[in-house]
């Protein structure tokens, strides 16, 4: 059966002027066999020989096959440069002559050309190959790490409810979880991480932040410097809500209550009246 999206080994069964018929057996009907372009034709080869080539439609949304090896596959997920954005959607480069469509509704952000996206390569309901940046039904499970292990990940999508989606090696299901995730993110952004859960079903849970001890003093050098930018004073202190202390260092309040008792014990702050003081 030939399958648009698809790497097939097919045989030559009838050659044109204008490029060859592939089939999966030289008794295939016309309805089952697929054009390949004479100047895609390998020098030498004629009939009874079999090619490898990759199906897909052209700019007709004929079904065509190309010896041209794209850089995803139907179900796969690949790093893509964006090369031109229309008013229907964006358009990837992908390897092939036709550049492979990412719909707007498909976006997770805005894009731009000469960027990188994380994509899948997906059929629509009309039949036509499209790239989504919704990755997280294509990435894998069972990845080869445990807890503890330093990764790096790419951020593909975030949420309100569960917080950021994270494919690492821009393979690997992983989620920030929304408590985790004070600081901004968005679409694209590479992070080092910490594994710090895998699940049962292979997914795993990680954090953009060291381990408390390593933190701290990262942590404590931006209260510093925040309350450097306010001339010295921030009009709250460690008691404040977790919506505050998120909103003004994106930090939880576990972190800041932490960064703030170190600041303390150097003598680099003090607090009077519900405020923290240089």
């Known amino acids: 059966m030939l399958q648009v999206g698809t790497v097939q080994n097919l045989e030559i069964v009838n050659q044109q002027d204008f490029g060859v018929y592939l089939a999966e057996h030289r008794d295939a009907p016309r309805d089952e066999r697929v054009l390949l372009p004479r100047a895609q034709v390998p020098e030498g080869a004629g009939a009874g020989d079999h090619?490898?080539?990759?199906?897909?439609?052209?700019?007709?949304?004929?079904?065509?096959?190309?010896?041209?090896?794209?850089?995803?596959?139907?179900?796969?997920?690949?790093?893509?440069?964006?090369?031109?954005?229309?008013?229907?959607?964006?358009?990837?480069?992908?390897?092939?002559?036709?550049?492979?469509?990412?719909?707007?509704?498909?976006?997770?952000?805005?894009?731009?050309?000469?960027?990188?996206?994380?994509?899948?390569?997906?059929?629509?309901?009309?039949?036509?190959?499209?790239?989504?940046?919704?990755?997280?039904?294509?990435?894998?499970?069972?990845?080869?790490?445990?807890?503890?292990?330093?990764?790096?990940?790419?951020?593909?999508?975030?949420?309100?409810?569960?917080?950021?989606?994270?494919?690492v090696d821009d393979r690997y299901s992983a989620l920030i979880p929304r408590k985790e995730a004070q600081a901004s993110y968005r679409p694209g952004q590479i992070l080092s991480l910490r594994v710090t859960d895998v699940r049962e079903d292979g997914k795993l849970t990680v954090s953009a932040r060291k381990k408390a001890y390593q933190q701290i003093g990262q942590d404590g050098e931006q209260v510093l410097d925040r309350i450097r930018d306010l001339g010295g004073t921030l009009p709250f202190d460690d008691k404040a809500s977790p919506e505050v202390i998120a909103d003004t260092f994106g930090l939880s309040k576990a972190a800041f209550k932490r960064a703030v008792g170190h600041l303390m014990k150097e003598g680099l702050l003090i607090k009077e009246n519900g405020k923290l003081h240089l």
């Open 51 to 167: 090619l490898e080539v990759f199906l897909y439609r052209d700019s007709s949304d004929r079904l065509i096959a190309t010896t041209r090896t794209p850089r995803l596959c139907l179900g796969e997920v690949a790093v893509l440069r964006v090369a031109e954005v229309t008013r229907i959607g964006a358009f990837l480069d992908w390897g092939l002559e036709k550049d492979l469509f990412l719909p707007y509704r498909e976006q997770t952000a805005k894009v731009k050309p000469q960027d990188e996206v994380l994509a899948a390569l997906y059929e629509d309901k009309s039949g036509r190959l499209c790239a989504t940046m919704k990755v997280y039904p294509y990435l894998k499970h069972r990845a080869p790490y445990i807890v503890g292990d330093e990764v790096t990940g790419r951020v593909y999508e975030t949420s309100n409810n569960f917080g950021v989606f994270v494919a």
